[in-house]
């Protein structure tokens, strides 16, 4: 049989080429689904391991990080009275850190959002949870005041009381959120979503209900995220045909 040959090459050998190229843009493609779909296992993974963390914590300590009277005691003092605005706004590079109020809420005491931004560090001086949080900051960097998300897009995880975000608000459904905490998946640097719906919906299946007003993972920035009609329109499902981020994650924790 004769071999036609272009340009120096055989039709055969450049049929395989053609092959070789083709199963590498597949295993390209392949490998940046299964990349992604880590990254979403991966924001179930942090939240489990915060929840047990903090449960940790209590139980050596009686107390919730961010919250316990006696910080200083175990870590020293970044400042101030331990306890005053002066210690809660000084951004930490030791373990040293600052005092809260005891009242079995991470929220505020002397200085907005202070116990909230001592929070990480606490369970990090703990060695509850890996890596150095540092407090002090109303704006925290990413990775630096509060742990970064393997999710990627600059997100990174947020305490905060549950009625602080419910009922209702601007962007949150009127869902009873409870009386607890909530961790939140969120870009603290810049104010808007960032998490497509279609993200948003992997998540929220493989851990809760699939639902972004009911069950224990919630949406906020709804009117962006799903197709509700307001905020009380608990039968909303994910806007999947939106691909770019239109949403955030609210997770109602055990604490």
């Known amino acids: 049989m004769r071999i036609l040959r272009t340009q120096g090459f055989t039709l055969l050998e450049l049929s395989i080429v053609l092959v070789i190229i083709g199963l590498l843009i597949g295993g390209i493609f392949v490998g940046q689904s299964l990349i992604h779909t880590a990254q979403l296992n991966a924001v179930i993974s942090e939240f489990n391991r915060y929840q047990t963390a903090v449960q940790n914590f209590k139980q050596q300590y009686q107390a919730l990080p961010g919250d316990m009277t006696n910080a200083t005691s175990f870590w020293g ?45 606490h369970l990090s001086n703990a060695k509850m949870i890996e890596g150095f949080y540092s407090g002090g900051t109303w704006a925290p960097t990413i990775g630096v005041g509060v742990p970064a998300s393997r999710y990627g897009n600059n997100t990174g995880w947020w305490p905060n009381l549950a009625s602080t975000y419910a009922p209702g608000g601007a962007n949150n459904f009127t869902t009873d959120y409870g009386s607890g905490h909530i961790l939140k998946l969120t870009n603290i640097l810049s104010a808007g979503p960032h998490l497509t719906p279609k993200d948003a919906w992997s ?30 329109d608990f039968t909303a499902t994910y806007t999947l045909t939106v691909t770019t981020p239109s949403c955030g994650l609210v997770f109602l924790t055990g604490f």
Request: with cysteine; glycine share 10%; hydrophobic share 35%.
């Open 203 to 232: 998540i929220d299946k493989k851990f809760d209900d699939g639902k972004p007003a009911l069950g224990n993972i919630l949406v906020f920035y709804w009117a962006a995220c799903t197709n509700a009609a307001n905020s009380s």
């Open 77 to 121: 003092s970044a400042g101030g009275t331990g306890a005053d605005a002066t210690c809660m706004s000084t951004v930490s590079t030791t373990a040293a850190t600052c005092n809260g109020n005891g009242d079995g809420a991470i929220s505020t005491s002397v200085n907005s959002n202070d116990e909230i931004l001592r929070f990480w560090q």
